[in-house]
C-alpha cells in the first residue's frame, strides 16, 4: 500500500488491472493521485483530489499535462516527470511550493508528493504515475502556532501592546491574504472605541473611527461592542449597521466586516477584534477560528497591558506618597530646627521652592501690623505690600484656603512673572490665624489638588513650628529674666578685694538654673559672700534661690555668727509650704574683712563642694570644713572655719557643675583636675585670670559635649590694703 511522502511498491510490468487497483484506492481519497502516460506525460486517469487540487474545471483526460497546469509545468513540475520517464528513477519532494491558478485566483499549495514510473511486461518505462498528499492546511497551522507563539512570547516579555496588536494584525493578514485587521481598544468605562492597532487600513479612517461610541447601529465594531456579541456584516453597502458610516467605508474601499468583542476574564469590555474584505464576503469557519484564536490572544495582551498599568499607576502613587511624605520629614526637621519662629517661616518659604511652586511669600500680623517675613523664588520685592494685597487680607480674616487658576486681582506685575494661579492658605494658631502663606504657579506649571494639599498640610505643620518657636523664645526669654534677676547684675566694689564670678547654664536657657552667688555688705567693714546649688531647676529652683539669698540678706545684719545665718536659713527651707518646691540646697557662707595684711574671712560649708585656697606660691588645696546640706529636715551641724588670705592669695569658691563636665569618653572634670589647673596658674593671678583658667580648662576637656548642669564660680582675691581691684 502506498503511503503519502514514500515511493509506492509497484510491481514490475503492470497490468490493466493493477492501474485500476490503484485508480480504486485512491478514488476516494484524499491524496492526489494522478497517472500520466508516454513523454508527453498525457493525463489518463485521476482522483477528486487530485481536481479539486488543480481545480477541477481544467481536469480533462487524454490532454498532456502541461496544457492542463501550466503554472506548475512552468515551476519545475515537468522537468521531475521527463527524468523519471527517461531515467526510471523514482523522484520525491516533501513540501513543495506551488502556484496554481493565475492572477486573482492564483493560490499558494504545498504537497509532498512521489513520481514512480509505470512499467510494461518487459520493464520498459511506459508512463509515470504521482502520488501526493496537500500540505498546504499544515504549514499555515504551523505557521499560525509559530506565530501565535511569538505573540505569547511577547506578551510574556511585556512588549508594548502597541507592538503586540500591530503584530497580531500583520500576522493574520499574511495568513489571509484577502483580510485587513483592526482592533479598537475600550474606555475604562466603556462607552467609546478607541484605536489600537489597523497597519493596512487607510489613515483617514482610523482617524475617523478612533473614538466611536459604543451602540447600535455603530457600524460592527461598536455594535458588537454594546451587544457582547460577534457581529458579521457581509455587505457594508446594504446593512442598516453601517447606515451612519457606509461613505466612510466606501471611501476606504471596504465591503464587509466581522467584528468580535473582546472580552476579560471578568466579563469586562476590553475592545474589538475586526476582519475587513475589500468585497462582500461570508465567514467560513476557518475564518471564525481564526478570530477566536487571536481575539483571545489580543485579551491576554490587554489585560496584560492593564495590569502592567494598575501596577506602574499603584508604583508611581507609592513613589510619590513615599515623596510626599519624605517631604514632610524634611519639613518637620527643618521647621523644627530653630527657636526662632520668622526664621521657622523662612525656611517655610525655602522649603516650597521649587518643590511646591516657583513663588512663595509668608505674611504674619505682629503687634497689630501685617508684614512679609519671607519671600522665595523670582518674585522678590517686585510683589505688592501684604497690606496692599486684597487676597492676603481675606484669608487672614477668613482663615479659609483660596485657589484660583488665574494671577490675584491686586495690581501687581503679574503679567511680567508669568503668574497663572495661586493658593493662599492660613497659618493657624489655636483657632486664630496670625499669617498666610501663598504659593504662585507660572508658565504650565498647575497647582493641582495633590499640590494644595501638600501646602496645606506644610503650612499646619509650619504654624505649629512657628507657634512652638515663639513660646520657647517666650519662655527663654522669661527664663532670663528670672536668672537675671536671681543673679547680681554687678558685683559690688571691695576695698582691698578683687572678685570675679561666672555663670553658664546647662541646655539653651530654657528652664532657671539652681546656682547662685551673692555679695552684700554688713556692718562696718564686714561683707558677707555666698555660693550655692539648688538641686533642682525651674521655678522650684528659681523660689528656693530666692528664699535663700533673700533670708540671707533679711538675716545677716541682725545675726553676727556666719553659722547663725545658715542655721536661719537651714530653718526657712523647712518651713516652706510644700507647694514651693521640697529641693535640697548646698551652700558656702561666710564674711570676709580686709586688714592691712590682707582678707580675714570665716565661712560654713553646707554640703557644697569644698573651696579651694590657692596661694601665691602656687600651691592649692581644698578646705575641708564639714557641714550637711540644707532643707533636708534633719539636724545640721556646721562649723565655722576662720583663714586668712595674704595679699594675691584667692579663695575659690564653685559648683559641681565644673566637677561633673564630661569628655566624649563620659569621663569626668573632677576636683583632681581642678585642683591641677589652679596650681598651674602664674603667680598672683588676679580673681579674672583664675575664672578664664577654669572655663578654659572644662571647656578643652568637653570638647563639644553638652553641658549637663549650670556651672557657677566666685573667685574672692586679697589685694593690698584699702585699694579694689576691678571685678
Avoid at 508512463?127 to 505569547?152: C, K, M, P, S
Avoid at 511680567?416 to 494661579?421: A, K, M, S, Y
Wanted: charged share 20%.
Amino acid at each position: 500500500m502506498t503511503q503519502p511522502g514514500s515511493a509506492p511498491v509497484v510491481p514490475r510490468g503492470p497490468s490493466p488491472a493493477a492501474d485500476a487497483d490503484l485508480q480504486a484506492l485512491f478514488g476516494q481519497s484524499t491524496a492526489v493521485f494522478a497517472s500520466l502516460a508516454g513523454p508527453a506525460h498525457v493525463l489518463e486517469a485521476a482522483n477528486p483530489a487530485f481536481s479539486a487540487a488543480i481545480g477541477g474545471d481544467r481536469v480533462r483526460t487524454g490532454v498532456p499535462l502541461g496544457q492542463l497546469m501550466p503554472e506548475p509545468a512552468a515551476q519545475g513540475l515537468l522537468g521531475h516527470l521527463d527524468r523519471v520517464f527517461r531515467t526510471g528513477t523514482p523522484v520525491t519532494g516533501r513540501n513543495t511550493r506551488v502556484v496554481i491558478g493565475s492572477g486573482g485566483d492564483a493560490r499558494e499549495a504545498f504537497f509532498d508528493f512521489t513520481c514512480e514510473p509505470r512499467r510494461d511486461a518487459a520493464g520498459n518505462v511506459l508512463g509515470v504515475q504521482v502520488i501526493g498528499v496537500e500540505t498546504t492546511q499544515v504549514r499555515h497551522a504551523q505557521r499560525l502556532a509559530a506565530e501565535h507563539r511569538l505573540l505569547l512570547e511577547q506578551i510574556a516579555r511585556q512588549a508594548p501592546l502597541e507592538r503586540v496588536l500591530d503584530g497580531m494584525a500583520r500576522t493574520i493578514e499574511e495568513l489571509v491574504p484577502d483580510v485587513l485587521v483592526s482592533v479598537l481598544l475600550a474606555d475604562d468605562d466603556g462607552r467609546r472605541l478607541r484605536h489600537g492597532a489597523a497597519p493596512s487600513l487607510p489613515a483617514f479612517y482610523n482617524d475617523a473611527i478612533d473614538g466611536i461610541t459604543t451602540g447600535d447601529g455603530v457600524g460592527s465594531c461598536g455594535t458588537a461592542a454594546h451587544r457582547r456579541t460577534a457581529v458579521i456584516v457581509t455587505d457594508i453597502a446594504t446593512d442598516p449597521l453601517w447606515d451612519d458610516f457606509r461613505d466612510l467605508a466606501g471611501r476606504a474601499g471596504l465591503a464587509a466586516c466581522w467584528s468580535t468583542p473582546i472580552l476579560g476574564r471578568d466579563g469586562r469590555l476590553l475592545g474589538t477584534f475586526a476582519m475587513y474584505h475589500r468585497s462582500p464576503r461570508a465567514p467560513k469557519d476557518s475564518d471564525l477560528a481564526l478570530a477566536g484564536i487571536f481575539t483571545s490572544t489580543a485579551a491576554l495582551a490587554i489585560e496584560r497591558h492593564l495590569s502592567d498599568q494598575a501596577r506602574l499607576a499603584a508604583e508611581a502613587k507609592e513613589a510619590a506618597a513615599r515623596a510626599d511624605l519624605a517631604f514632610l520629614l524634611e519639613a518637620s526637621t527643618v521647621l523644627g530646627g530653630t527657636f526662632d519662629h520668622v526664621r521657622t517661616l523662612e525656611h517655610l518659604a525655602a522649603l516650597c521652592v521649587p518643590a511646591l511652586a516657583p513663588m512663595c511669600t509668608v505674611d504674619i500680623v505682629e503687634d497689630g501690623h501685617l508684614r512679609r517675613v519671607a519671600t522665595a523664588g523670582t518674585a522678590g520685592g517686585r510683589l505688592p505690600p501684604p497690606g496692599d494685597d486684597v487676597t492676603v487680607t481675606r484669608v487672614l480674616a477668613t482663615g479659609t484656603t483660596e485657589i484660583a487658576r488665574r494671577a490675584p486681582a491686586t495690581p501687581g506685575p503679574w503679567d511680567e512673572l508669568g503668574v497663572t494661579g495661586y493658593v493662599c492658605v492660613p497659618l493657624t494658631e489655636r483657632e486664630r490665624t496670625f499669617g498666610v502663606l501663598r504659593l504662585l504657579s507660572t508658565g504650565d506649571r498647575e497647582l493641582d489638588g495633590h499640590a494644595v494639599a501638600l501646602t496645606e498640610e506644610v503650612a499646619r505643620r509650619a504654624a505649629s513650628a512657628a507657634r512652638n518657636a515663639r513660646q520657647y523664645s517666650q519662655r527663654a526669654a522669661l527664663a532670663r529674666d528670672l536668672q537675671a534677676g536671681l543673679l547680681m547684675p554687678d558685683l559690688p566694689d571691695v576695698p582691698g578685694v578683687d572678685l570675679a564670678t561666672v555663670y553658664h547654664p546647662a541646655g539653651a536657657g530654657l528652664e532657671i538654673g539652681g546656682d547662685f552667688y551673692d555679695v552684700f555688705p554688713l556692718a562696718g567693714e564686714v561683707w558677707a559672700f555666698m555660693l550655692g546649688d539648688v538641686c533642682g531647676r525651674g521655678a522650684t529652683a528659681a523660689t528656693t534661690t530666692a528664699l535663700v539669698r533673700h533670708t540671707a540678706r533679711a538675716v545677716a545684719p541682725l545675726l553676727a555668727e556666719p553659722t547663725a545665718i545658715v542655721a536661719a536659713i537651714d530653718r526657712a527651707l523647712g518651713n516652706r509650704p510644700h507647694a514651693h518646691g521640697t529641693d535640697f540646697v548646698t551652700l558656702v557662707y561666710g564674711h570676709l574683712r580686709p586688714t592691712p595684711s590682707g582678707v580675714d574671712i570665716t565661712l560654713v560649708r553646707a554640703g557644697h563642694n569644698f573651696p579651694v585656697l590657692l596661694t601665691t606660691d602656687r600651691r592649692a588645696h581644698e578646705i575641708r570644713v564639714p557641714g550637711t546640706l540644707l532643707g533636708a529636715s534633719v539636724a545640721v551641724h556646721h562649723t565655722a572655719y576662720e583663714l586668712h588670705l595674704n595679699p594675691g592669695d584667692s579663695l575659690v569658691l564653685y559648683t559641681d557643675g565644673f566637677l561633673e563636665a564630661r569628655n566624649g569618653a563620659r569621663e569626668e572634670f573632677g576636683e583632681h583636675r581642678l585642683l591641677e589647673t589652679l596650681t598651674a596658674a602664674p603667680a598672683r593671678p588676679r580673681a579674672q585670670d583664675v575664672i578664664r583658667r577654669i572655663t578654659a580648662a572644662v571647656t578643652a576637656f568637653a570638647g563639644d559635649a553638652a553641658v549637663d548642669d549650670d556651672q557657677a564660680a566666685l573667685v574672692l582675691t586679697a589685694a593690698s590694703c584699702g585699694t579694689t581691684a576691678p571685678a
